[in-house]
């Protein structure tokens, strides 16, 4: 059979407690199936390899990295490092070094799943965030003048590239054709003189190549309160680097929670590997307690094996999560369980035995 190359960069904090039941799923995930199988490859790399060797990794990593089929990664940060240092130095670097400049995250309120939304039907809240992935905002360019001088200056540049614009805003309106959604794009063309004129603009440009894509557009601001008040008007949404980043944790909360907030980024044009890590971080106020969620990772894993093909398997995956939360006696403590991390990915890959071995009864 097949087998996949897995680069596993389980990374700080409670990353690799929740990598490790991810893990755990793609293992049974495989053995249930039997065409296909992975084979992992660890790298320690993160705050603790910094400390003891000076850098986050080593410095041919992303030649390390290259080979693989996919890159499974937990979070990356943790007090003791400076923070800037350790997500450009690992995270970022990935992100940008690899031309990962679709950042899929789904926020979908799964059956079970906890919403702090008062009457909110799941249907309610279904919407797919292609963040821009590799420049805008955290394009990492700027200046610091006159340090320390009563004249100091900083500046933190955007950069907005017409190439790099275009193809995300291309692909999520591909994404919307596809699916018959509706698309929205959230900017900030009023404030931001510059750059979200220019989004704005690309935005309409490619449109006119899709007459059949229904769009929106929204100002970031007001997108928020209809996040939270409306979340019903988004399906397909394409922003920026940064407002991504914000929206989809705003998005995780209104649709499970952090523990829950999946995410893909993606090399769509397949010359260099994909990466797939949850939404969250390090969660350094929960680390090594056994007790962070590991369904964020778990659904995370589940776009990886979408992105191989196994649509079938992902889908496996969403509805073994789904059954865990409904039946609810293994969750984390975010999920209002008393359950370890361990024993919630344990019940997952148990779950999808089942599912499995329920349908073949089914058949005979
Ligand atoms: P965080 O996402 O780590 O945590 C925010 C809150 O959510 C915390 O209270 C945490 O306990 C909770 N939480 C997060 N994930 C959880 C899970 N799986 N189960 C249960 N609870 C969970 O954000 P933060 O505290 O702002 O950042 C901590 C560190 O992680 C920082 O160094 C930050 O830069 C880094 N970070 C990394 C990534 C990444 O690697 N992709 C993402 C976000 C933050
Ligand atoms: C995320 C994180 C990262 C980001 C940080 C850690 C650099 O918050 O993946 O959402 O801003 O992209
Ligand atoms: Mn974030």
Not at 53 to 63: P, R
Not at 74 to 91: Q, Y
Not at 332 to 352: F, K
């Amino acid at each position: 059979g097949k087998t996949w190359n897995i680069a596993v960069i389980p990374g700080d904090g409670i990353g690799p407690e929740v990598i490790a039941e991810g893990i755990k799923v793609l293992n049974r995930i495989a053995e249930l199936d039997g065409s296909f199988r992975f084979d992992f490859t660890y790298f320690p790399w993160g705050c603790e390899y910094y400390l003891k060797h000076g850098k986050m990794m080593d410095d041919d990593g992303l030649e390390k990295l290259r080979g693989f089929d996919a890159i499974y990664l937990g979070a990356v940060g943790f007090p003791g490092v400076p923070d800037h240092i350790s997500l450009w130095d690992l995270l970022l670097k990935i992100r940008k070094g690899f031309e990962q400049y679709v950042n899929l995250r789904p926020i979908k309120l799964l059956a079970g799943a906890p919403c702090p939304l008062k009457d909110v039907a799941r249907e309610q809240i279904d919407m797919l965030v292609i963040r821009e992935n590799t420049e805008g905002e955290y394009a990492g360019a700027g200046d610091w003048l006159f340090r320390g001088k009563p004249e100091e200056v900083v500046l933190q540049t955007g950069v907005f590239s017409r190439k790099g614009t275009e193809r995300i805003i291309r692909y999520a309106y591909e994404t919307a054709r596809k699916t018959g959604r509706s698309l929205t794009s959230i900017s900030k063309g009023n404030a931001l003189n510059y750059s979200m004129v220019f989004w704005d603009q690309i935005f309409a440009e490619i449109g006119r190549e899709y007459p059949d894509v229904k769009t929106s557009s929204y100002l970031v601001d007001a997108a928020s309160m209809f996040f939270v008040k409306q979340p019903e008007r988004f399906e397909i949404v394409v922003t920026s680097n940064l407002f991504g980043d914000i929206l989809t944790d705003l998005g995780a909360a209104i649709a499970g929670g952090l523990g829950l907030a999946a995410g893909a980024n993606l090399n769509p044009e397949r010359i260099y590997p994909s990466m797939f890590e949850p939404v969250h971080g390090s969660a350094p106020d929960i680390a090594g307690k056994g007790i962070a969620n590991p369904l964020a990772a778990i659904w995370s894993a589940s776009q990886m094996l979408e992105f191989f093909g196994y649509s079938e398997w992902a889908d496996r995956v969403l509805q073994s999560i789904e059954q865990v939360m409904v039946e609810g006696s293994a969750l984390t403590p975010d999920m209002g369980g008393a359950s370890t991390t361990q024993e919630v990915g344990t019940r997952v890959a148990y779950q999808l035995s089942e599912l499995v071995n329920n349908r073949l009864l089914l058949e005979e």
